[in-house]
């Protein structure tokens, strides 16, 4: 699900975090005590070679993915994925996982939606798939009506831009309008198709299954093609396969910098050690506290409220994500500020990473 965000503009020392969990306790809130284990999430943690994953191995970990980045990448799409898709094949598994993220542009002008989206074209064991997510000028979460005066056009564009994709990629998926919102289907209802990311007007995210693991590589092609001439950031995740394999994937078009994400099950008074072993470019997420913020807004509307922990270059920052705002959008920074004793601004997460 989107969702509304905000973040501390201060860089923080871990003991300051600490004292903001107390300052939630005292309100009647249930924030985690440093001896509680948390999940921490490691993104973008830089590394030389898989190997160096062990320097994790005295926390539990799970959800282990290599990155291979490229930026400013301007090549030919459809020989990049074929490389990764022959590794594929050749070392495929029950939780192997493969993909590789691409930018593509749809024709505007745009009121509603940035005009670059994203694709993934992705491998699983015995299967593949595509996957298109939009990007929206404006997060509005289920439930709130802020802009339902502006829900039919932005309806319409979101169709529209949906459309452009499925006639590129020649997907039998078909769109309506029901109750106000965007409904995608396939054609074939036995087909696996998964819709996500939902926002107050519809789904911003489409996957499409085949059992043909070769069926969308030249379609894939065709729509990452849009993105041209333009140089592109383009990431391929890489999950359940031996160190070995690994060194085999590092050799389709060597440059590539790798970086690791993960799930590490640690104490959350253990994350300033995370945070030292995956610096000095990795980040972390944990959470401090979740909570209903009718609890301390009877008055306001009812939401859901996740305190988080933000790592990164030495320090800490925190963040509030919020399934919905619970108050109006001019009081919404000055409660938070009061709530956490921070100031705060308003920080949504970037929908393609």
């Not at 062990?54 to 990155?67: M, S």
């Not at 959350?268 to 301390?296: A, H, N």
């Not at 919020?322 to 919404?332: D, F, I, S, T, Y």
């Amino acid at each position: 699900m989107r969702e509304r965000r905000w973040e501390t503009s201060d860089r923080l020392t871990f003991p300051d975090v600490l004292a903001v969990g107390e300052r939630l306790g005292a309100l009647g809130l249930k924030p985690a005590p440093p001896a509680k284990e948390v999940i921490c999430y490691v993104e973008d943690w830089a590394v030389d070679s898989p190997g160096a994953f062990d320097q994790l191995d005295q926390w539990a970990t799970e959800d282990v993915t290599l990155l291979h980045v490229r930026e400013a990448w301007q090549g030919d799409f459809f020989l990049l994925a074929g490389g990764y898709h022959t590794v594929f094949q050749q070392h495929q598994d029950v939780g192997t996982y493969c993909s590789i993220s691409h930018p593509w542009r749809t024709p505007g002008p745009l009121r509603f939606h940035h005009p670059t989206s994203m694709l993934w074209l992705g491998f699983r064991h015995n299967h593949a798939f595509i996957r298109i997510r939009l990007h929206t000028q404006e997060v509005v979460t289920p439930g709130e009506t802020r802009e339902d005066v502006r829900r039919a056009g932005w309806i319409d564009e979101r169709r529209a831009v949906f459309l452009d994709a499925i006639a590129t990629l020649e997907l039998p998926v078909e769109t309506s309008v029901e109750k106000g919102q965007l409904v995608l289907k396939p054609a074939d209802p036995s087909t696996p198709f998964f819709c996500s990311w939902p926002d107050a007007f519809g789904p911003c995210q489409f996957e499409y299954n085949s059992t043909d693991a070769y069926e969308f590589l030249v379609p894939a092609s065709k729509l990452a093609a849009t993105f041209a001439p333009h140089p592109a950031n383009v990431r391929t995740y890489l999950t359940g396969f031996s160190a070995e394999t690994l060194e085999k994937f590092a050799t389709i078009q060597p440059g590539a910098r790798s970086v690791y994400r993960c799930s590490v099950h640690c104490a959350l008074g253990e994350l300033p050690d995370v945070l030292d072993t995956i610096e000095p470019q990795g980040r972390l997420y944990s959470t401090l506290c979740e909570f209903d913020t009718q609890d301390l807004l009877p008055d306001g509307h009812e939401a859901s409220a996740i305190v988080g922990i933000v790592g990164s270059a030495g320090s800490f920052q925190l963040e509030m994500r919020l399934n919905r705002a619970p108050l109006p959008e001019a009081q919404m920074a000055a409660w938070l500020e009061r709530l956490l004793g921070y100031a705060v601004t308003y920080a949504p997460l970037p929908p393609f990473v």
